[in-house]
Nanobody
């Protein structure tokens, strides 16, 4: 089993930057892929980006458009999501996820999920 805990969510203003963190614990040696998703009430969970644990396979959703960056620190078992130039429409609960194998971009086929962290962007 793998446990994921997100942190870093906050209330910020439009144009601000924020960095989310996701710490993995448990059987982290089995992780192949890490991803970030977000969800707003009444909508499906939305794929943001994924990165292989080795860092050799990174993919971003089209809407990211260079504003968000996924990165990881393997020594700390942590994956990050750096978000710049935040907009009110980025308001959502942000989740990290982990998979033991490759998952196609935009797929939510991940075995492990964190509890989410709230990001609110005011205009």
């Amino acid at each position: 089993q793998v446990q994921l805990v997100e942190s870093g969510g906050a209330l910020v203003q439009a144009g601000d930057s924020l960095r989310l963190s996701c710490i993995a614990s448990g059987r982290t040696s089995t992780i192949y892929l890490m991803a970030w998703f977000r969800q707003t009430p009444g909508k499906e969970r939305e794929f943001i980006a994924h990165s292989s644990w080795s860092g050799g396979n990174t993919y971003y959703a089209d809407f990211v458009k260079g504003r968000f960056t996924i990165s990881r620190d393997n020594a700390k078992n942590t994956v990050y999501l750096q978000m710049n130039t935040l907009k009110p429409e980025d308001t959502a609960v942000y989740y990290c996820a982990a998979a033991n194998r490759y998952s196609r971009p935009y797929s939510n086929d991940y075995a492990y999920w964190g509890q989410g962290t709230q990001v609110t962007v005011s205009s």
